[in-house]
């Protein structure tokens, strides 16, 4: 099948900087990806939509500024998440879209844990 | 819009026991659905999804699920589990713009 790869698979950082977590396609183009987060023992909830080339959708109740996706080609989105605190602290997954002659099918990335202190 | 219920939270089964996780949904056109399985601390993989046609659809790992309109369920099954079996179960629908919308999970325990 498609191989979606996030990069990194965890990252500590200190509350107040900034960690930005990739989302490659490795073997399909994808107009678009999804972000995902998903709290401790929580199902996944949709952050935003990534729209290569143009700027990402987000789900309502979700910080726009906090949360900065950049999709800037067909194989890449980025999730920046800024001035990361505590509460932040979460499972993050992306997903890519695979459009195909009988049907389009999302692939997952293997996730990013990303814990603040 | 459309969700997903996933009625039980938590199920224990015996090795080489049957399984059954139940997932209801809402959507009002014809859903695509998918169960996922989340190992603990990894990513998603697709175990099988439902497009259109057959209603019984088969899947990776021995897992099959079945369509059923009449009941909105996709529930999913295995005749014989395995303790690698042990993890967490999504159920999911998409609407028309991809975006899936999750169940809660089921956590499936394996015992000797």
């Known amino acids: 099948g498609a191989v979606v790869s996030q990069h990194p698979s965890w990252v500590i950082c200190k509350s107040g900087t900034s960690v930005k977590i990739e989302c490659r396609s490795l073997d399909f183009q994808a107009t678009t990806m999804f972000w995902y987060r998903q709290f401790p023992k929580q199902s996944l909830m949709l952050m935003a939509t990534?729209?290569?080339?143009?700027?990402?959708?987000?789900e309502q109740g979700v910080e726009k500024d906090k949360f900065l996706i950049n999709h800037a080609s067909l194989t890449l989105s980025t999730l920046t998440v800024t001035s990361a605190h505590p509460e932040d602290s979460s499972f993050y997954i992306c997903s890519a879209l695979r459009d195909r002659v009988f049907g389009t099918e999302a692939f997952f990335g293997q996730g990013t844990r990303l814990t603040v202190v | 819009a459309q969700s997903v219920t996933q009625p039980d939270i938590h199920i224990t089964v015996s090795e080489g026991a049957s399984l059954e996780l139940r997932c209801n949904y809402s959507y009002g056109a014809t859903p695509y659905l998918f169960w996922y399985v989340q190992s603990p601390g990894q990513g998603l993989q697709l175990l099988l999804k439902y497009f259109s046609g057959d209603t019984l659809v088969q899947g990776i790992k021995g897992f099959e699920a079945e369509f059923k309109r009449s009941q909105s369920s996709f529930n999913l099954r295995k005749p014989s589990v395995h303790w690698s079996d042990a993890a967490e179960y999504f159920c999911a629908v998409v609407s028309n713009d991809y975006k899936l919308s999750f169940g809660a999970g089921t956590t499936v325990t394996v015992r000797a």
């Open positions: 990534s729209n290569e080339g143009s700027k990402a959708t987000y």
